[in-house]
């Protein structure tokens, strides 16, 4: 395959992923805002540390000021210059599918392009007219898919990992700094196990992951420290944990190397990646420190990503 | 006469860059005027590419360097012996019709003051003689000055400054030959000048120009005369550029700096 | 108006032979069902990618060429003649090439004038002296013909470069068939859709001297936002090559490579669609960032086809084109089956003097223009556009060609009162190789404004399925 045509292949992928995380920040901003602040003047906001958590807040700052709902959300949703907002993604996204076009199969390119095009529905209607929810829910049925596009008519070819890769890559990226921004609130508290964490951001956190009613299924009790770090970084059954991610960029890194018949660097860090977090305990994430765990594991899936990138996707290699 | 050249050109790069892409013109033409002896082209670690004669009857050999490398040399090293035609470039075989040397590239455009230099000489002699009096013209207009111009600088540019070197004398007299109607071009190639002569310019330029009857015959206006035993033909282009007998292109976001000695000498006979 | 017009459909109130499986089809489609089917197809060809972006306009890059569903038909004796003309023409303009990269024989014998070809623009020293693989430079020759009457077809002009549109030919096709099928099953309708297989065999065919196996064919496109990526991309797919742009490409050792994920991969033939100042920056154009440095070394030593051939140009420049009759007597020995459209060129000053006399009725041409862009349809002009039009032309006359304004042919067209008479013309697509080869058929383009007779696709011109019946 062409190096060019794998590169986009992983872009549509991580621009689909991107999207998806950034509908779900927009969904659980907008539901705190409906609960009643602990203060007791007004309702909670909890833009602000969305904006910080997408990375976006500086972006948002500079261009609008002070997180006023209505800003954050055309910011979140439409606005071209913020690079992860779900307009510019899915814009994105769909840049990539024309070029490689012929590389998708029917039913991929009708996914993305349907997508492309109501997105343009939306950007000439009134905004006072849209319904965030209903904004947020488009975008979560339209990344379902592509997803399942992918999942249903791809080959399962060099293509086909090439895009996974950029789905758990990126996927691995976005839970690994959803939960470091909220380290400092885990952080003191591994001493006092049983008291709970009946905190608000807690549940935001989960439900931004889609893992609000899973982590209670599979945890139950209190929300703690201790079993909220295990969900999301090592728990296989949830969807968007380290592990989980992880694992699925090595399954696709592996297939590569057996297709191609050559093993090469990235497959190594991505093996000894993997090959640590399965070694670990939540004590030994906390013994480190969250954050500078989380930094470290932030560091090495962008020095995987970069191996693919120069392994596959710049085609310099002999 | 037989001459000695050893030339190297020494490419380096502040940043590896990702490969080196050459095409050489660095081959002594055929004609009954200069017959090589023995002639090589070293690349450090070059793949050598393609090579073809082209329409101008210019050997062509390109060159790949896959990185990343930071220095690339190219030496040239060989013996030629040469012969004075006077100028007259015989037995030389092409395909390229003169006239296609009719166009100008943005070195040769004549403006005004061309065109005034060409309407001043030699008109109404033979074409021989007009293009002898084309290029003493230039030869007067533009005095041999090293620095005073650049790489890029045109025909037109040089005689407003009056100063220049064999790149733009032979700039300046492929355009006026041009309004004068004829056909004209740029040569690349080397001269040797022995202890009596100026040392200067021994990578040499000069330009062709095509006479009815005679065929392609060398001017030098840097030197006030036709290429004879001291000057080796490499190859032809349109201007400077085209002709150029090293073209090359880096891939990467290095800065390239360029190093070039070249020794012409005399062997015994 | 519309009787001093060829209608293709009608004439004397009788409905032509070919397209007698037509009559009464558009009575029997009853408005509603039109405009249902007019969306159907709109929304086909969007849902497939098919836009178009006019080239320098900018505007919405997603815009669709309209799509006519009224056919354009020919009748298999009609088109075995214009098959034969247009294959005439395509070994002749390869023949020249040929020549005047070589010893420009047709130069020598006085038959075109030598500033005409060795001055053209399109002329490129760099391919003197070097014969392609069976002697061929243009492997697409697009053809533009229009119609005046019931025998007699005219050479617009010709394109030997990389015409563009045959994606639309194969499209227009695919959505009529899938919209219409009792039209096809009602009618004896020769398939294109061999196109894509026939270019691959012909790319093949070329494969240069160094080639010692099955040819790796690759589409060199300037990149996905050129006007023409969906053709370039569409044919890539329906050939089964890559799509490559010039990053994708590289120059090592004597041969030319594609960036692989699995590495380096030689390529042997390139069907380029970006011009030739654009392909080699160490031979062309420095500033070039789509081509591929070394390019030209390799393909002049043997080691890559380029189609088409770097220099094909210089057969299909305007000026050229008055001389294409003389190329087929002086090559082929032949009388051209298909005639030109009387030329004025302006270079000429008898010619500059009769046309600014009678420009008003006279359509003037950019020699190197293309894309109805530059030029003049005197008799659909102001006084004041003609007036500018003639300041422009006596500054540089050389620049300019004209022609008497054609009566171009109708053919039925949907239109929002419902089925009129609009302008057409047609550009097929011959293919040269081991074997010139025609598929029947080709692009019709329709001028859906009344009246109008530029069909242009940037210039509001729309497309038609074109049927050639079968025997």
Redesign the interface.
């Known amino acids: 395959m062409l190096s060019r045509t794998a590169e986009n292949l992983y872009w549509i992928a991580r621009y689909m992923e991107r999207a998806e995380t950034t509908a779900r920040f927009l969904e659980v901003g907008g539901r705190i805002a409906l609960l009643p602040s602990a203060g007791g003047a007004g309702n909670m906001s909890e833009w602000n540390s969305l904006l910080r958590a997408s990375g976006t807040e500086a972006g948002f700052a500079h261009k609008y000021g002070d997180p006023v709902q209505r800003n954050v959300e055309s910011y979140f949703f439409f606005d071209r210059d913020n690079p992860s907002s779900v307009a510019s993604c899915i814009t994105a996204a769909r840049e990539n599918a024309r070029i490689v076009r012929t590389a998708l199969t029917t039913q991929m390119w009708d996914a993305l392009n349907t997508a492309f095009h109501e997105l343009r529905d939306w950007d000439r209607m009134e905004r006072s007219e849209l319904d965030m929810a209903q904004l947020t829910d488009w975008t979560l049925r339209h990344t379902a898919m592509l997803r399942g596009a992918i999942e249903a008519t791809h080959l399962r070819n060099d293509g086909y990992d090439f895009l996974n890769l950029g789905y758990f890559l990126e996927r691995a990226d976005s839970t690994a700094r959803l939960l470091d921004v909220k380290y400092y609130v885990l952080l003191p508290q591994i001493d006092y196990v049983g008291s709970g964490l009946d905190n608000y951001q807690w549940s935001t956190l989960l439900r931004a992951l889609s893992a609000h009613r899973a982590f209670h299924w599979a945890y139950g009790g209190d929300v703690t420290a201790a079993k909220i770090a295990h969900f999301l970084i090592l728990n296989q059954q949830c969807p968007r944990s380290l592990l989980t991610s992880v694992t699925a960029a090595t399954t696709h890194l592996e297939r590569l190397a057996r297709g191609y018949g050559a093993s090469g660097k990235a497959q190594a860090r991505v093996r000894a990646l993997l090959g640590e977090l399965a070694e670990l305990s939540v004590e030994d994430v906390f013994d480190e420190g969250l954050h500078e765990f989380l930094t470290r594991f932030i560091r090495d899936v962008a020095a995987v990503g970069a191996e693919v990138q120069g392994t596959y996707l710049i085609g310099d290699m002999r | 006469m037989i001459l000695t050249v050893n030339h190297v050109s020494r490419y380096r790069y502040d940043l590896p860059v990702r490969s080196v892409v050459q095409s050489h013109r660095l081959t002594p033409s055929r004609h009954e005027g200069q017959r090589s002896l023995d002639w090589q082209v070293r690349v450090s670690d070059g793949l050598s590419g393609g090579a073809y004669r082209d329409g101008a009857g210019d050997w062509v050999q390109a060159y790949s360097v896959p990185g990343p490398v930071s220095e690339i040399s190219v030496e040239v090293v060989g013996r030629v012996e040469v012969t004075d035609m006077s100028g007259v470039l015989r037995g030389h075989r092409e395909t390229i019709a003169p006239e296609a040397y009719l166009r100008a590239t943005n070195a040769t455009r004549a403006d005004v003051a061309l065109a005034d230099l060409a309407a001043s000489a030699g008109q109404g002699t033979d074409p021989l003689n007009r293009a002898h009096s084309l290029s003493a013209a230039v030869a007067d207009a533009i005095a041999y000055r090293p620095g005073a111009t650049h790489a890029h600088t045109t025909a037109a540019e040089a005689l407003e400054l009056g100063e220049g070197v064999c790149q733009d004398h032979a700039h300046a007299l492929i355009a006026v030959a041009r309004v004068a109607g004829m056909a004209a071009r740029y040569v690349s190639g080397y001269l040797f000048s022995d202890a009596a002569g100026d040392p200067h310019e021994a990578a040499h330029a000069w330009a062709e120009v095509y006479v009815t009857g005679l065929g392609w015959v060398g001017f030098d206006p840097a030197n006030r005369c036709c290429p004879d035993d001291r000057y080796i033909r490499l190859g032809s282009g349109f201007d400077a550029r085209d002709a150029a007998p090293i073209r090359g292109i880096a891939r990467g976001a290095g800065n390239e700096s360029l190093d070039v000695t070249v020794a012409i000498g005399a062997a015994q006979q | 108006m519309t009787d001093a017009f060829f209608n293709e459909m009608f004439q004397s109130g009788r409905v032509r032979p070919p397209y007698a499986q037509l009559e009464g089809w558009t009575e029997r489609m009853p408005a509603s069902l039109r405009s249902l089917k007019q969306a159907e197809a709109e929304a086909l060809f ?2 497939i ?1 098919i836009t178009f972006a006019v080239y320098g306009e900018g505007g919405d890059p997603d815009r669709l060429i309209p799509f006519d569903m009224f056919p354009r038909v020919f009748a298999h004796d009609e088109w075995r003649k214009l098959e034969r003309g247009i294959k005439q023409r395509a070994r002749a303009l390869n023949a020249f090439l040929v020549d005047v ?4 024989e047709i ?1 020598r014998a006085g038959r075109i004038p ?2 005409l ?3 053209n623009e399109a ?1 490129e ?6 014969v392609p693989p069976r002697g061929v430079y243009s492997h697409v020759v697009g053809i533009d013909l229009v119609r005046t009457g019931p025998d007699e077809f005219f050479v617009l002009e010709d394109n030997c470069r990389t015409p563009s549109g045959v994606s639309y030919m194969l499209e227009n096709r695919e959505i009529m068939m899938r919209m219409f099928p009792d039209l096809f099953r009602g009618n004896r309708i020769e398939p294109v859709d061999r196109y894509p297989q026939a270019l691959r065999r012909t790319l093949a065919s070329v494969a240069p001297q160094k080639c010692d196996r099955d040819p790796t064919i690759v589409i060199l496109t300037p990149g ?1 936002f050129n006007s023409a ?2 053709e370039h ?2 044919l ?2 329906l050939m089964g090559v ?4 010039g ?2 490409l ?5 041969f030319v490579w ?7 991969k030689r390529v042997d033939v390139i069907y380029r669609r970006l011009d030739d100042a654009f392909i080699d ?3 062309f154009r ?1 500033d070039s960032l789509l081509g591929v ?2 390019l ?3 393909y ?4 890559v086809s380029i189609a088409s051939a770097p220099g094909a140009g210089v057969a299909d420049d305007k000026a050229i084109y008055c001389y294409v009759p003389e190329m087929i007597r002086f090559y082929l020995g032949e009388e051209p089956i298909l005639k030109n459209v009387p030329t004025w060129q302006c270079a000429n000053p008898d010619d500059l003097g009769h046309v600014l006399d009678n420009i008003a009725d006279l359509v003037v041409k950019e020699v190197h223009g293309s894309g109805g862009y530059g030029m003049l349809v005197g008799p659909k002009s102001t006084k004041a556009q003609i007036a500018a039009f003639a300041d422009k032309l006596r500054a540089n006359p050389g620049n300019y060609i004209a022609q008497p304004t054609l009566a171009l042919s109708t053919c039925p067209s949907f239109v929002d009162e419902g089925i009129a008479p609009r302008h057409v013309d047609l550009r097929p697509y011959c293919l040269v190789g081991e074997r010139v080869e025609l598929v029947p058929g080709g692009l019709t383009r329709v001028a859906l404004t009344e009246g109008s007779l530029v069909v242009n696709s940037s210039q509001g011109g729309g497309v038609k399925d074109t049927w050639v019946l079968a025997e």
């Open positions: 969007r849902r990618g990269y070589g010893r420009g130069v030598s500033r070809v060795y001055l002329y020293k760099a391919a003197a002296g070097f996905h990526y969906y991309s569409f890539a797919d890559e799509l490559v742009e990053q994708d590289f120059v090592e050792g004597e594609m960036r692989t994920t699995r590495g380096p920056p160490l031979c420095p440095p070394g030209m070394d390799v002049r030593s043997g080691g």
